[in-house]
């Protein structure tokens, strides 16, 4: 079966300018989880690096986040990406891969994402080589690696395996792409994790909005899913609104009856 999970930062009052931000009050989205019905939380690493996350510290404060975060982390998010091209200091980057893999296998994270989109948008030669690198990183079970891509070309679709695979972002690639269902269709067993969200254009730009109100064709996905039996993780990556925990309830059961 499926499992709904929710992105960090949309159970719990904010004022976040960017919608992907670590909240000051991370712990209470942890007792908020169950309440509602999520079976998880993909924990951020975003672009900020705020010194409240535990995933910023030196080797990842592993003790705070093995008391409060119990079998209730499935996915880390490393949205750091999104404004940091990982190949101008791929050192550095590289290293902080190590770190954020090896917190993943000690408190058995299944997933880190990575987003190879915005300031990290790569050409599918540097793309392939990225691919080669983390498949060179991966030694354990846990965890793997899904790519966030736009555009699913078919020579860098043959490099993906059971250890890095698709990250596929529902808003995102039907903003760029016209074929989004026919990619979903074709490539599920290139895809490892699925970022759920829905996208409204306003003056010639597009913003997350509730599920079900944007361009997402949500009945076609889910029934693209159930036909080929997919039963991975999907995250609500949805929009968090005035009152985000009111929000994240509409979300999650907008989602669940599809399910």
Same mark, same amino acid.
């Given at each position: 079966?499926?499992?709904?999970?929710?992105?960090?930062?949309?159970?719990?009052?904010?004022?976040?300018?960017?919608?992907?931000?670590?909240?000051?009050?991370?712990?209470?989205?942890?007792?908020?989880?169950?309440?509602?019905?999520?079976?998880?939380?993909?924990?951020?690493?975003?672009?900020?690096?705020?010194?409240?996350?535990?995933?910023?510290?030196?080797?990842?404060?592993?003790?705070?986040?093995l008391k409060h975060t119990q079998?209730?982390?499935?996915?880390?998010?490393?949205?750091?990406?999104?404004?940091?091209?990982?190949?101008?200091?791929?050192?550095?980057?590289?290293?902080?891969?190590?770190?954020i893999i090896n917190i993943a296998?000690?408190?058995?994270?299944?997933?880190?994402?990575?987003?190879?989109?915005?300031? =990290? &948008?790569?050409? #599918?030669?540097? *793309?392939? +080589?990225? @691919?080669?690198? $983390? !498949?060179?990183?991966?030694?354990?079970?846990?965890?793997?690696?899904?790519?966030?891509?736009?555009?699913?070309?078919?020579?860098?679709?043959?490099?993906?395996?059971?250890?890095?695979?698709?990250?596929?972002?529902?808003?995102?690639?039907?903003?760029?792409?016209?074929?989004?269902?026919?990619?979903?269709?074709?490539?599920?067993?290139?895809?490892?994790?699925?970022?759920?969200?829905?996208?409204?254009?306003?003056? =010639? &730009?597009?913003? #997350?909005?509730? *599920?079900? +109100?944007? @361009?997402?064709? $949500? !009945?076609?996905?889910?029934?693209?899913?159930?036909?080929?039996?997919?039963?991975?993780?999907?995250?609500?990556?949805?929009?968090?609104?005035?009152?985000?925990?009111?929000?994240?309830?509409?979300?999650?059961?907008?989602?669940?009856?599809?399910?």
């Amino acid at each position: 079966m499926m499992s709904l999970g929710i992105m960090q930062g949309r159970l719990c009052p904010t004022n976040f300018k960017n919608l992907n931000t670590f909240p000051k009050n991370w712990l209470s989205e942890f007792r908020e989880l169950e309440k509602i019905g999520f079976k998880y939380i993909e924990l951020l690493y975003d672009r900020k690096q705020s010194k409240l996350n535990p995933l910023s510290k030196k080797d990842g404060d592993l003790k705070k986040l093995l008391k409060h975060t119990q079998n209730k982390v499935y996915s880390i998010n490393l949205d750091y990406f999104t404004k940091n091209y990982i190949f101008n200091k791929i050192d550095k980057n590289k290293k902080l891969l190590k770190k954020i893999i090896n917190i993943a296998n000690k408190l058995k994270i299944k997933i880190i994402v990575i987003p190879c989109i915005e300031e =990290n &948008l790569m050409t #599918n030669k540097n *793309l392939i +080589k990225f @691919i080669k690198i $983390l !498949k060179g990183m991966i030694y354990n079970k846990y965890p793997s690696i899904s790519l966030e891509i736009n555009s699913l070309n078919k020579t860098v679709l043959k490099e993906f395996n059971n250890k890095v695979g698709i990250c596929y972002d529902t808003g995102n690639i039907a903003v760029e792409s016209q074929t989004y269902l026919r990619d979903l269709n074709q490539n599920l067993k290139k895809i490892n994790h699925i970022h759920l969200k829905d996208k409204i254009k306003k003056n =010639n &730009l597009f913003f #997350n909005c509730r *599920l079900g +109100k944007g @361009i997402v064709n $949500l !009945k076609k996905i889910f029934s693209i899913l159930k036909n080929k039996k997919y039963k991975g993780s999907i995250t609500l990556e949805t929009a968090i609104g005035k009152m985000p925990l009111a929000e994240a309830k509409k979300n999650f059961k907008i989602a669940s009856k599809y399910i």
